[in-house]
């Protein structure tokens, strides 16, 4: 195919692993259908990857509005961008105890990270399968794998991604269409303000943070390769590997210490 065919869609693609993401694409001479919130954030990014000799398309969509992501969808129809490769990445969390958490936004985090991935995905995959040919990389993450005391709603909807992705990986086991899963641990981007998880000792002990460029590289490699999951980083691998092997409760105990406000005297 000659160069500058190809469009990879990229949620979340302004900042973080998202971002990180785009940049690989572009570096491979794929177009970028960029969608993120900020309208004046993906004009800065789009300035950005124009210089990469691609044609790049933003979108602002409020992908925690189920119409929104609907609305993305016939845009992309509407246009007649074939989309080679979607990018499922925009999430977010929401730190504290569940019982004192905020409700709506807890509901627009499920849109947002499980209902806007089914609904893009849904869309996509139907013409991929048709033509029998694309990939998707959902953003799952360690949290898949683990339970989260003080993020339960963010880890249940990772763990939602995960399940979900690794199903149509082998409904798909006969076709030329894959779907990966990225799993990173704690990475160094916005999540956390966003989250309000700044005082966590997680997010406190800035040497253990992944680097975003990292973690989209493996998720990048692993996609290209179409690979069922990746999980980014030695740490993290010998984490999941390491409380596979202890009951749930353990696991969720020890993540709880990690997920504490470190105490300031």
Avoid: W
Wanted: with cysteine; glycine share 6%; net charge negative.
């Amino acid at each position: 195919m000659e160069n500058n065919q190809k469009y990879a869609l990229i949620t979340g693609a302004t900042s973080g692993i998202g971002y990180e993401l785009a940049k690989l694409f572009a570096q491979d001479k794929y177009n970028l259908v960029n969608v993120a919130r900020s309208e004046e954030e993906l004009r800065t990014r789009e300035a950005e990857f124009t210089n990469y000799g691609i044609e790049v398309v933003s979108i602002a969509k409020d992908l925690s509005d189920r119409n929104q992501a609907m609305e993305l969808c016939e845009e992309v129809r509407m246009r007649g961008i074939r989309i080679d490769v979607l990018v499922n990445d925009a999430g977010q969390g929401l730190y504290g105890e569940f019982k004192d958490t905020d409700l709506e936004r807890e509901l627009a985090i499920i849109d947002l990270n499980i209902s806007a991935t089914i609904i893009l995905t849904k869309h996509f995959l139907q013409e991929m399968t048709a033509r029998n040919d694309g990939k998707i990389l959902n953003l799952a993450s360690i949290a898949s794998k683990l339970p989260g005391p003080l993020q339960s709603v963010y880890h249940a909807t990772k763990a939602f991604v995960l399940s979900f992705s690794e199903a149509l990986h082998s409904e798909l086991a006969e076709t030329n269409v894959t779907v990966t899963a990225l799993m990173p641990g704690v990475t160094d981007t916005d999540f956390f303000r966003k989250a309000e998880m700044l005082d966590s000792k997680a997010v406190q002990d800035k040497d253990a943070m992944a680097d975003p460029a990292e973690v989209a590289k493996d998720g990048y490699e692993a996609l290209m390769a179409g690979q069922d999951k990746v999980i980014s980083g030695f740490k993290n691998k010998a984490q999941v590997a390491m409380s596979n092997m202890m009951p749930d409760s353990t696991v969720a105990d020890m993540l709880k210490k990690q997920q504490e406000p470190v105490q300031h005297h």
